[in-house]
């Protein structure tokens, strides 16, 4: 498989290509550091720009729904015209935006701010899984790319309530936001001298497929929004069920295009491919059990069994540590048992995680810990390695697109597991969750509802599994084109 460097200029040591490993673990940094530092501020931000609820719900959702629904689009631009040209100046956009949030003044602004953040990261984040793939032609050295930047991700994701606290309690606001812009500086000369310029043979020849990229973008924003309206509106409301419809229309139009194109956006006859179809199906597991688990555990602790928010976060801890601490088993554990297996294996521990806190957690902590520890430890390799799977069974020209691919699956499956979670509730659990004085009647209701989510969430789950494993049983050998 020709591809990056020549063999003669490639890597043999991760330390080799510590300069671009620095770069591509802040790009991933920032992704996951972001929302979670920022959410620790809310209620300031509401308060000093007296913004509503439904404005601070959008300072988080501009960022998630642009970032998710452009990383195909910036996928297909970077395998066109340079994976290392579109990080850079996406990195150069996410410092601008970045340094504007010391000019805002008012609720929309800041979302606005947000949004352009969300440009930033489409451009940046699935770049650094496509160029760590394609810094080293060892199968071995990609894998511990890839747990590399994905380490410096997942500390992003566990320190930033936490350190958002601390800098709250002694700076504005507006520092969580100003925290991008030295991250930022930091990757761009990393990448800038680590990583080289691309090869114009290894770049796709077609031209962008303006057509397909609005449809492909439309469907992805329906995808990402429409289960917010059905966990916020209702599933008898007309407008969740308009969104719906809109965006399985867009959906089809858009495969209808991508069939038909001389040269589309997506060809969409990859996603059939062995590795690519199993490792987008394991991806798509993990982020629904995450998404899933994370909110059902919330409201475990806190509403049904009245723990205060410090117990609560305390009580997660194991999680936080498993995937800190298995970083450095990831890349033995493939070595020992293989790809294939090492992802059908870790997929399904995430599966599950997600049946034992279905069948278990009104039973106690005890199975809510087991139930963090198995998610935690699936993820930590599936992430990894469904990510590799999918690189190496596209052509050397797609690799961007092809990590978009896999990042817009976990996008949308976060987005799916919170929509099962909320029509659930909303169809079982009669009035408010959040009331401050719940009756026994809707704690039954709630911990019935839970435990009903769960399994449906176990069962998607696991037929995604299944379809993972059957397709990587009829893998053929990767393309070489």
Do not use: C
Not at 158 to 166: E, L, R, S, V, Y
Not at 281 to 291: F, M, N, P, R, W
Not at 301 to 310: D, K, T
Not at 371 to 397: C, D, E
């Amino acid at each position: 498989m020709s591809t990056r460097l020549s063999s003669a200029h490639a890597p043999t040591r991760l330390r080799d290509a510590w300069i671009a490993l620095t770069g591509l673990s802040a790009v991933f940094l920032f992704e996951m550091l972001d929302n979670s530092v920022l959410n620790v501020a809310l209620p300031t931000i509401g308060r000093e720009l007296h913004a509503s609820t439904l404005e601070l719900q959008w300072v988080t959702g501009a960022y998630s729904v642009v970032f998710g629904a452009l990383m195909l689009v910036f996928g297909a631009v970077a395998d066109r015209f340079g994976r290392r040209r579109v990080m850079l100046v996406g990195l150069v956009l996410l410092g601008l935006a970045s340094l504007a949030t010391i000019l805002v003044t008012s609720a929309g602004a800041l979302i606005a701010v947000r949004a352009v953040m969300g440009v930033a990261a489409a451009m940046t984040t699935p770049g650094s899984m496509a160029l760590a793939f394609r810094l080293f032609e060892e199968q071995g050295l990609r894998i511990r790319a890839m747990t590399v930047i994905s380490t410096a991700g997942l500390i992003g994701l566990a320190i930033g309530p936490t350190a958002g606290g601390f800098v709250l309690a002694v700076a504005p606001w507006q520092a969580l936001l100003l925290i991008n812009v030295p991250i930022a500086v930091l990757a761009l000369i990393s990448i800038r001298v680590g990583v080289p310029v691309d090869r114009i043979e290894d770049l796709h020849p077609d031209r962008i497929d303006v057509a397909g990229a609005v449809l492909g973008t439309a469907t992805l924003v329906g995808a990402l929004v429409t289960p917010t309206l059905f966990v916020e509106l209702g599933g008898a409301t007309w407008q969740a069920w308009a969104g719906l419809g809109a965006t399985l229309l867009a959906g089809a139009l858009f495969v209808w295009r991508e069939r038909t194109a001389a040269q589309p956006m997506l060809d969409l006859r990859l996603l059939a491919r062995p590795l690519v179809a199993s490792g987008l199906a394991y991806k798509a597991t993990a982020g629904l059990a995450v998404s899933g688990l994370s909110y059902m555990t919330t409201l475990q602790l806190q509403f049904v069994w009245g723990w205060p928010p410090s117990l609560a976060a305390i009580a997660t801890l194991p999680q936080v540590v498993v995937l800190l601490a298995s970083g450095r088993f990831v890349g033995p554990f493939v070595e020992r048992v293989g790809l294939t297996r090492a992802a059908w294996a870790s997929a399904a521990a995430v599966v599950s995680g997600l049946a034992v806190f279905a069948l278990g957690s009104r039973a106690g902590y005890a199975w809510v810990f087991v139930a963090l520890v198995l998610v935690a430890a699936g993820m930590r390799v599936v992430g990894v390695v469904a990510g590799n799977n999918v690189l190496q069974g596209l052509p050397s020209n797609r690799t961007s697109i092809g990590s978009a691919l896999v990042g817009t699956s976990s996008e949308v499956a976060n987005g799916i597991g919170i929509a099962v979670i909320g029509t659930v509730l909303a169809t079982l659990v009669s009035g408010s969750i959040a009331s401050t004085s719940p009756t026994p009647e809707q704690l039954s209701q709630l911990q019935d509802g839970i435990t009903a989510a769960g399994l449906i969430l176990t069962a998607i789950a696991t037929l995604l599994v299944i379809v993972g494993i059957r397709r990587s049983r009829t893998r053929r050998p990767a393309p070489t084109a």
